[in-house]
C-alpha cells in the first residue's frame, strides 16, 4: 500500500534510460505507489546502440512490458537544426540534455495516452533541471495525466538509490554518470563538486587531449541552405555529418566544454560537456550569418536567440512564446545559405574560408584598392555624425572652466 500522502497510480507509463534513476523508479512506483502496471517507454534520441542494449538487458528478467520510441530522426532533422539556426548555446553548452529531456518527455506523454494510462512517470531528483523540463512537457501535452516522481517525492539520495537497487537486486553502473546525445553528452551533470579539478580525461568518448599522437589538422568544409547544414565535404544527412564531426572534431580536442552554469532554480554547477560536432557546426553557422544577415538584423537576432536558449534550458520548448521565436528565425535565414570552410586542429575550430551567394560583402565599395564612390561626400556625414561628442565635449569645456582652480 502506498505510504500516507502518496496516491495510488494505475497504469503508469515510466520514462525509461536504464540509468539508476529511471531503474530504481520501476520498483519504487510498484512499491510505493501500488501501481499495477509499470510500462517502460524508452526513447531512442541518440544515445547509442550500447547504452540501449544495456537498458533492455537491465529488465530483462522483469515480467514489464517495454516500448522503444525511435526519435532519433525527429531530434536530428527537426530539433537539431532549430537550434542550429538558433545559434542555440546556453552560456557555451550547446542544450543537448535540455533539448532531449522535453523530447522524451513529449514522447512519453504520447504513448501513455496510446496505452491508457492514468499517470506517467520519470527518475529526476529534487535537485536538478530535468525535472522542470519533463512536468512543463508533460502538464503542457497530457494534461489529464497523473505525473509521478518517486526520486523527488521520496527525498532519495544517490546512496540512498544505491541501497535501494542493491534491496531490489538491480544491476547499477558505478562511477560518474552521463547523458549522451548526438548532440552533446553531459558528463558529472551536478555531481562534480571539486572545482580545480580537471575530470579524468578517460570519462571523454569523442574528445581526444592533445598530446603527442594528436590527430594532425584537418579543414572541412560545411554547407549551409537557410541556416541548415547541408553537408559537411562529402557527407549530407544531420544524423551521419554529426556522427563524423564528433569523431573528426573531437580527435582534434574540439568541444570540450566546462562550465559553471547557473540552473533553473538558481543554483549554480560544475557542468562538463562534450560536443564536437556542436561546436564546429555552431561556429560555421554563426559565421555565416555574419556575411549574410546585416548589421541591424545580427544585432536583434542576437537577442532572439539568447531568449530561445533561455526558454529551451528552461523546460518550454513547447511554450508559444518558443514557436514564435522559431518563426522569426526561420525567416531571419533566408539568405544564410552558402559554404563556411574551417581548419579544426589541437582544440581550435578556425575558419578558413567563407563563400556566398547571398553575402552582403562587397569588395568594389570596401576596397581601400579601388575608386567605388568620392570619398569627400563623407566629410558631412561624418560631421553630422559628430554631434553627441561636439555636444559632450562642449559640456566637458564648460565645466573645466566653471571648476577650473583661482590662481
Ligand atoms: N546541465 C545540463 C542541463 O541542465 C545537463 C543535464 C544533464 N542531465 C543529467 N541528468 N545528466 O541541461
Redesign the pocket.
Known sequence: MPKDGITPVNRVALAYSG?L?STVCIKLLEREYAAKEVILIMVDVGQGEASLAEARERVAGLPLQLITVDARREFTDEWIPRAVAANGS?GG?P????MT?QLIAARVAEVAREQGCDAVAEG?TGK???QF?FHNTFTLLAPELRVVTPIRDLNLSRAGERRLAQEFGLTYKEGI???KTCWGR?I???EIEDLEQDIDVNEYEWWHPVSADAAGPVRVTVEFREGRPVRVDDVKGMNEMIGMLNEVAGRRSIGRIDVV?D??MGLK?R?V?EAPAASVLLTAHRDLERLCLTKRELAFKAQVDTAWADLV?HGHWHHPLKAQLDAFIAESQRHVSGEITIDLHCGNAVIAGRRSDQSLFDPTVRSVERDSFDQSDMSAVVETYAFESVFLGGRNRRQAVIQAPEI
Open positions: 540509468g534513476d546556453y553548452y542544450l543537448s540534455s535540455s529531456r529526476s536538478g533541471n530535468d523540463r554518470s552521463d547523458d553531459a558529472g551533470s551536478g552554469e540552473g533553473i554547477s557542468e560537456y534550458y
